[in-house]
């Protein structure tokens, strides 16, 4: 992440990548990339950082007996999108309720937490399931697979995109032919199988 402010205007510019052992310096990556849009080319940066997280849909269980783990620490990530602000918010809120009802109770036990996991798990419910799905097929792709890939993003708006990435609206990429190119790459027919 990158926070720029020309003119008192702040600009946040970010760059994920899926496997940092093979890009040993993410800034000089960020650089280029803000190198290449001429609209920030020749902004000064104001602050740097980053950090890598672990993106795999999350862990398997979230609490136990007096304990319990939101956000990036339970690796509340979406896994296609790479960003988990507002998942971690969502937990935390489930479980300041969780924590709050225990406490009343006098009981903070695993199964007394458990309500915490229930409610994160409903919240996601299989949205990171096909995001992961959607993740590991994307990074398989051999040139041909990614041609299609791109022809499948031309069709979309930019906010059918954000919709697809962050909001898991992956319906909106089975328009017309498109649900043929990804099933002959592979993806479609995990979604028509769901």
Known sequence: MLGFS????????????FDNEKVPDLRQVLR????????LSHIEPTEFHGGSIYVNGGIKQFVTDNFLVIGDAAAQINPLGGEG?????????FAANTIDQALKAGNSSKKALGGYEKLWKNYVGKK???????????????????????????????????????????????RGRTLLALARRGLGKVFLRS
Not at 85 to 93: E, F, I, P, Y
Not at 143 to 166: C, E, H, N, W
Not at 168 to 174: D, H, I, T, V
């Open 85 to 93: 602000v507002r998942h971690a918010l969502w937990s935390g809120r």
């Open 32 to 39: 280029n990339f803000v190198a290449g849009l001429p609209f």
């Open 128 to 174: 990171w399931f096909y995001s992961n799905l959607v993740k590991d097929w994307f990074y398989m792709l051999d040139d041909p697979g990614y041609d299609t890939f791109i022809r499948v993003l031309k069709g979309l708006t930019p906010q059918d995109a954000f919709s697809v990435m962050f909001e898991y609206e992956y319906r909106k990429l089975f």
């Open 6 to 17: 020309p003119w008192g205007v702040r600009a946040k510019v970010g760059v994920c990548v």
